[in-house]
Each structure stands twice: as structure tokens, then as C-alpha cells.
């Protein structure tokens, strides 16, 4: 029986596809609470926000909003503004990487369509000495995602990484296949509604398998990206790395731009590596619903912003 919590959160994810909430949010959003977790609408604000979040030790990746573009002419667009976006962080001597949807590179017109834009920007951060993370979406297109990184990695692009989301049943499944691989993995709960025959929907499931992954990755001779505000699981995963002495440059701890900003900090002060995810630019809508949904509490700051409007 799902929770209250994931009652709303279900709520939250399906509303989102409502024409009338879109069209409310798309107005008013940025004003009503969006800005708090989007650095801003342009590549310029984006910049300032990885720049003062540098300065204070963290490290950034930054995402172009945007997800399944509708014609191979959009990808197109998406992939040069990720060339801009990859030379200007280069340019500004930032401590940032990158994080991209394979949706906006095309993949809903076509893997290979995908595949060869990634490949593109992958040549170009690997000249520039950047690694990139292809974002994991929704299960529909995890399978393709998959196969289109391992394509990559067989290609020789060693400066690509990849995320496996704990709600899914399948991914314990993804991860053991992917271990041999040495990735750079960044381990999620998954931010998708999804139906029970692919995914726990019990958040204690979540949670458990979240831990077994981190463990698994952690195992292994890749590079684990710990992507969690939990801080349960962020004190299992010291524990765990602090009993098997595995090193600190091996795993790093993300967290979302404007979420859990002190637990960032304190992090920070224990000499651990912590990314902070920033992204930016005027498709915001679908990422702002996600970030609602994962704490239904989130639609309250809404209302009270409403209010105050
Ligand atoms: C760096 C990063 C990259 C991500 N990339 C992906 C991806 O590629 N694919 C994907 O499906 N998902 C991605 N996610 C989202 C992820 O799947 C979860 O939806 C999200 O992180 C919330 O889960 P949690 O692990 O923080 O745990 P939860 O159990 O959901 O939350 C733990 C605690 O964190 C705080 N918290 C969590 N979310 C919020 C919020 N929105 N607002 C305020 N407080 C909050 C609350 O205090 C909450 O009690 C990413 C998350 C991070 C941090």
C-alpha cells in the first residue's frame, strides 16, 4: 500500500501533465518557487551560481534544461548550445561538468540520431579535458540509454558516465552487467512516476536497494556518484567506505542546487567531495514538478508564495 507521501507524489507527477497546470506554472513558476532550484534562466546566471558555489569549495555539473525535443532540427539546437555551454565553462576555468538527457539529443527520433550527438560532444569535452553524465529519465528509455552508453564507452570515450535509479527493479540487474565496465556511476531513487511492475513503490524498498547498489558500486573499480539528499544514506555510505578504507577520490556525494544546502556544507567541512548539480535556462517546468513531488511538503512554499504574490 503506497504512503500518504507517495499518494501526493504520484498526485504531483500526474498533474504535471495537466494543460491548464502547465500553462499556470510556465507563467508564474519561476516567481512562485522554481528559482530556488534553477540557477537562473540564462547560461550567464548559470555561470555566476557555478562560480560562488566553486569559490566555496564545491565542485558543479551544470544541465541545459530540456528534455524530448520533437524533431532531429531541435536536437541539433540542444547540441550547440551544450558546445557553448561545454567552451564556456572551460573558457571560465570552472570546476564543472557536464549533465545531459539523451531525449534532447534525439532519442525519441532515433538511438543512432542520439548516439551521434553524443558522441560529438563527447569529442569535444574529451579535448577540453571535461566528463559528461548522461542523466537517467524515465524506465521507457532506460534500456536504449543503457546500450547507446555502452556503445559509447566501446568507442573508447572514457569521459562519459551514466545513473541507475534504485527504484527500478531491474537495475541491481544493470548495475552487476555494468561493473565490469569500470563506470563512473551516479546512483539515484529515480525521479519518475512509474507503475509497480517495473519499480518498488515502497520508499523501504527504495531505500534498501539504494543502500545494496551503493554498496555494489562502492565494491567495485569504478567511480560512484552518491546522488542523495538522505541522509541516512549518506551515513551509511561513510560508514561503509570508512570501515573498507575505500578512498576518497573514489566517490563523491551530489546534491541538487537549492536542496539541503547546509547538509551540502557540512560535507564539505569532512573533507568530502560534494558536487552540487546546477542547471539552468527556460525549460524548467517538468524538472521544478519533479523536485514538488519528491517533497510534497515543497507544494506548501508554493501556496505560501501564492499568497504573498
Ligand atoms: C545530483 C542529482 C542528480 C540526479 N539525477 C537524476 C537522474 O538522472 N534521474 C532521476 O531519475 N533522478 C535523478 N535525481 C533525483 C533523484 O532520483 C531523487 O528524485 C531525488 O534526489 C530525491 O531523492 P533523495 O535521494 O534525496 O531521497 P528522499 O528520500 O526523496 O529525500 C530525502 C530527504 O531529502 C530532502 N529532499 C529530497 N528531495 C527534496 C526536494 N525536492 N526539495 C526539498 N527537499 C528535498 C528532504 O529532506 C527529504 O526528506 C538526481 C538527484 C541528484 C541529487
Keep these: 500500500m ?8 504520484a498526485t504531483i507527477l500526474a498533474a504535471a501533465q495537466n ?7 510556465n507563467r508564474f513558476g519561476m516567481r512562485l518557487g522554481a ?34 525535443v520533437s524533431s532531429a532540427a531541435d536536437a541539433d539546437r540542444a547540441v550547440a548550445e551544450y558546445e557553448t555551454l561545454i567552451r564556456r565553462l572551460v573558457a571560465e576555468n570552472l570546476r564543472c561538468n557536464v549533465a545531459i538527457k539523451l531525449t534532447l539529443m534525439g532519442l525519441d527520433q532515433g538511438e543512432d540520431l542520439a548516439e551521434t550527438n553524443m558522441a560529438k560532444l563527447l569529442t569535444l569535452s574529451s579535448e577540453l579535458g571535461m566528463t559528461m553524465r548522461i542523466d537517467m529519465e524515465d524506465s521507457v528509455h532506460v534500456e536504449a540509454t543503457l546500450r547507446i552508453y555502452r556503445q559509447l564507452r566501446a568507442r573508447g570515450f572514457d569521459n562519459v558516465g551514466a545513473v541507475l535509479q534504485s527504484c527500478l527493479r531491474r537495475s541491481v540487474g544493470d548495475l552487476e552487467a555494468l561493473l ?13 512516476l512509474e507503475s509497480r511492475e517495473v519499480a518498488f513503490t515502497d520508499k523501504a524498498e527504495v531505500d534498501a536497494n539504494y543502500l545494496r547498489m551503493m554498496e555494489m558500486s562502492l565494491g567495485g573499480a569504478g567511480y560512484t556518484a552518491i546522488a542523495t539528499h538522505d541522509e541516512r544514506m549518506i551515513e551509511h555510505a561513510i560508514a561503509y567506505t570508512t570501515e573498507r578504507q575505500v578512498a576518497r577520490d573514489r566517490f563523491e556525494f551530489q546534491m541538487l542546487y537549492g536542496i539541503r544546502p547546509q547538509l551540502q556544507r557540512d560535507l564539505l567541512k569532512k573533507n568530502f567531495t560534494v558536487l552540487v548539480a546546477t542547471c539552468y535556462g527556460t525549460h524548467w517546468y517538468p524538472f ?8 510534497p511538503a515543497n507544494v506548501l512554499f508554493l501556496a505560501r508564495n501564492l499568497v504573498r504574490r
Design 2 to 9: 503506497p504512503s500518504l507521501n507517495g499518494l501526493a507524489r
Design 19 to 25: 494543460r491548464a497546470t502547465k500553462a499556470f506554472m
Design 35 to 68: 528559482s530556488r532550484f534553477v540557477s537562473g534562466e540564462t547560461l550567464d546566471r548559470c555561470v555566476a551560481a557555478i562560480r560562488t558555489l566553486n569559490e566555496q569549495g564545491f565542485k558543479c555539473n551544470a544541465t541545459l534544461l530540456g528534455e524530448a
Design 180 to 192: 565490469p565496465l569500470d563506470p563512473n556511476l551516479r546512483l539515484v531513487k529515480g525521479a519518475y
Design 288 to 295: 521544478f514538478m519533479r523536485r514538488l513531488a519528491e517533497r
